[in-house]
């Protein structure tokens, strides 16, 4: 695909872009959690039915597709995902969130779009509204998918189960972006391992409950937790080697209800990020062994608990497919705004599509943070104090020039892997 066709493909952006930052704002406003993205789903297959897509809604209960035929050649896929965080919002934002759900344990929880789904569903839009206008300069068949429950890791699995394939064919690429708190106009590619394995783990510790003020007749899994969530620090300080990478990390303890009673039972969450198999395994297992070894000695009456609540796997790039979209992204965006991607312990589902479809696959990152203070930040070593991460409450894209980057990006490496239009 020449550099012609692509910018031939891209006239028209800038009549685009206000209508995409219309959307963005309003999918911003209203974010929905996993699996529970009724209204996201409506507007966005609206926008592909309008594009002229032949639209497939409720795939896994509220992911969408869009099919888009234009003749013979490849069949390229491009994925957003669409679900939100229980966050609250404390952007400050005009169009900030104010949106409430119902998280998976019932409770009643603010909501935001603290990972950038928002803009991801916005660059998806633009780019398909861009191919679709612009069939003359390419062919094959084009899968738009805006997939639900990233967040918990099991939207693209359950998509792929529920017919995804079915009803738009088999891929021959899949592709999709991540925008992350780097430069805003940067775009970021690395072949091989991009991103972390994760292991989400329940640990319940059974102990013998009572009178605060006789804790001798107990076994207080209070002091048990805290044993257990010291110890478990260790894995990676003094098991893992310094030249292989893990975070273990206790993100939540709840035991027991009030200041004069010993709990009979504690309960930790407890998230396992790793890039390879091999050290995955030394985790879990020392996981488990730490977790028995303090509860015997403790002398718990009962063995603890160990359930698994969540698996997301390695995001693996193809070599060879990411290596040539690096060279496109070069010549569109310049060496200067096109980088090498450092390894990220963020995690995601989006392998699972390729994985399923037995086909490459490239995730790429593109920045959405205001360069000079980025930039500044990084050079005062103050870059994870100032600029806020995904999953933030401060969390939130600076909207240009991230939007325009985002669909330039999706653009540009779709043209690559479609084929190129049939000569009259």
């Known amino acids: 695909m020449t550099s012609a066709q692509r910018a031939g493909v891209l006239d028209g952006l800038d009549d685009l872009l206000p209508e995409l930052e219309s959307l963005y704002r309003d999918l911003h406003s209203h974010p929905e959690l996993s699996f529970a993205e009724h209204r996201t789903a409506g507007v966005l297959a609206d926008l592909l039915a309008e594009a002229g897509y032949t639209v497939h809604s409720g795939i896994a209960g509220t992911g969408v597709l869009g099919v888009l035929r234009n003749g013979p050649g490849p069949v390229v896929m491009l994925r957003a995902d669409i679900d939100a965080l229980p966050v609250e919002e ?236 690096t060279d496109v992204f070069r010549e569109h965006f310049g060496a200067q705004r096109s980088f090498e991607a450092p390894l990220v312990t963020g995690s995601e589902d989006f392998g699972s599509f390729a994985e399923a479809a037995g086909v490459p696959s490239v995730y790429w990152l593109v920045g959405g943070a205001d360069e000079e203070t980025v930039l500044t930040a990084m050079a005062e070593g103050r870059f994870e104090r100032d600029v806020p991460s995904n999953h933030s409450p401060l969390f939130a894209p600076t909207t240009h020039p991230t939007l325009r980057t985002g669909v330039e990006a999706l653009v540009v490496a779709a043209l690559h892997r479609l084929g190129s239009p049939a000569v009259g």
């Open 90 to 325: 404390k952007t400050g934002l005009d169009y900030a969130s104010r949106a409430r759900g119902i998280d998976p344990g019932g409770a009643d929880v603010a909501v935001m779009h603290a990972c950038g789904h928002d803009m991801h569903a916005a660059w998806l839009t633009g780019a398909a509204r861009l191919l679709a206008g612009h069939r003359q300069q390419w062919s094959g068949t084009l899968l738009a998918v805006f997939q639900p429950a990233e967040e918990v890791g099991e939207g693209a699995a359950a998509m792929v189960r529920d017919g995804l394939f079915d009803h738009g064919g088999r891929p021959d690429v899949v592709l999709g972006q991540h925008v992350v708190p780097g430069p805003a106009g940067w775009v970021l590619t690395r072949p091989g391992v991009l991103m972390a394995a994760t292991d989400a783990l329940r640990i319940t510790l059974h102990g013998r409950g009572g009178h605060g003020s006789r804790p001798e007749t107990t076994v207080d899994p209070a002091v048990l937790a805290s044993s257990v969530v010291l110890r478990l620090q260790t894995i990676v300080s003094r098991e893992i080697a310094a030249t292989e990478s893990a975070v273990v990390t206790v993100g939540s303890m709840h035991v027991g209800t009030t200041h004069n009673v010993i709990a009979d039972s504690a309960v930790l969450e407890v998230n396992i990020r790793t890039f390879d198999e091999h050290v995955r395994a030394r985790v879990l297992a020392a996981v488990e062994r730490i977790v028995h070894g303090e509860a015997a000695a403790a002398g718990c009456p009962q063995p603890p608990e160990i359930t698994s609540i969540g698996r997301f796997p390695v995001t693996t790039n193809d070599e060879a497919a990411t290596e040539e979209i």
